[in-house]
């Protein structure tokens, strides 16, 4: 296959609500969606959205490096897979989607099995409920009657004085078996994680993202051995890199953002160096388009074909509109689109 052109369509997506961080605030997703086409008609799709709160370069960056772009035409698919290693991570993802969404649909499968060809056909998703003191217990009850067993709150953001409580009053109203997933957005020193550790025991806490302020090889691992659930690294991924958090079992989990990392391909090494040291990954979105949703996807299909955790699929909701058909999610199941490649179709202007 032959590429004739890869260019950028912009989008501005405005949230239903807020989304509220330790880090900040976001109102609305602005990027680009990423069009690959070949000689023969076929178009392949990619996400472009980003995101520097998360460690991917900004939109001026991104669209500085999209001027490199033109140099894909006329290469083969592989060759310019082979030539987008200089791009940005946010705009390496999407152009690498598009193309290889092009290569799994020349191969007619599905872009998970690309990636590993025992991918599961859907994955476990965690609901997203918000941020601890605001959110009602009604609200985590509601999702773990509706399928949901993993439930992402934010923390954090306010007081322990607001926050613990909070999670008492949603854990003691939960159906049995569901567990929290919490993201403190690297909010706290090793201190102030200790105390909140402390304030949440005997609650079902299935893991804590991003505990520290500023995170380091060693104060994760010593963070991590005084507690009994997982500690993962996401923001301190893209801060830190894989390799010294593995070597040095900082964690248990890794979160795996694929627009942070610079595509698919490199969460799919990450993924294979942390299961050879028995440390956990999931993928998750960055509250992205349609497009970046099921990208994101196929990853977790990749990387957990046995579908033994939740990954951070269910952002869609969060989005008033979209640029392209949802992910289907059904009883706290993301179900992959067995049509060839990444199974996107774009919305009609």
């Not at 607001?162 to 569901?178: D, F, I, N, Q």
Request: glycine residues 10%; neutral net charge.
């Amino acid at each position: 296959m032959t590429l004739t052109s890869v260019t950028l369509r912009p989008y501005s997506l405005p949230l239903r609500k807020a989304w509220v961080t330790a880090k900040g605030v976001i109102t609305e997703r602005v990027g680009w969606l990423v069009i690959a086409g070949t000689a023969k008609g076929r178009l392949g799709y990619g996400d472009c959205a980003p995101l520097p709160s998360i460690g991917t370069e900004t939109m001026e960056e991104a669209g500085i490096g999209a001027a490199a772009l033109g140099q894909l035409q006329g290469l083969s698919v592989d060759n310019a897979l082979d030539s987008i290693d200089g791009l940005p991570p946010a705009l390496k993802c999407g152009v690498e989607t598009a193309l290889l969404d092009l290569a799994a649909q020349a191969k007619g499968i599905p872009l998970a099995k690309t990636l590993n060809p025992a991918a599961a056909r859907s994955v476990n998703v965690n609901a997203v409920i918000g941020t601890a003191d605001t959110e009602t217990p009604g609200q985590a009850e509601k999702a773990g009657l509706l399928g949901f067993r993993v439930l992402k709150i934010k923390v954090g953001i306010h007081d322990r004085a607001s926050e613990l409580p909070a999670l008492r009053a949603t854990a003691s109203r939960l159906p049995e078996g569901v567990t929290l997933r919490l993201d403190a957005n690297g909010a706290w020193t090793p201190d102030q994680a200790r105390i909140f550790f402390d304030g949440v025991e005997g609650l079902p806490v299935e893991s804590v993202e991003d505990p520290l302020r500023d995170p380091t090889p060693g104060s994760l691992a010593g963070l991590q051995k005084t507690v009994p659930f997982p500690l993962a690294a996401d923001e301190s991924l893209v801060r830190i890199g894989a390799a010294p958090l593995i070597e040095a079992r900082a964690v248990r989990r890794i979160v795996l953002k694929p627009m942070a990392l610079g595509g698919l391909r490199a969460a799919l090494d990450i993924a294979d160096q942390a299961k050879s040291a028995n440390v956990s990954t999931v993928a998750t979105t960055t509250i992205d388009s349609a497009a970046g949703v099921l990208a994101a996807t196929h990853l977790a299909a990749a990387i957990d074909p046995d579908r033994r955790l939740a990954h951070g699929l269910a952002t869609g909701e969060w989005l008033k509109s979209d640029i392209g058909q949802g992910l289907e999610i059904k009883n706290g199941r993301a179900f992959i689109i067995q049509s060839p490649g990444l199974g996107f179709q774009p919305l009609s202007k």
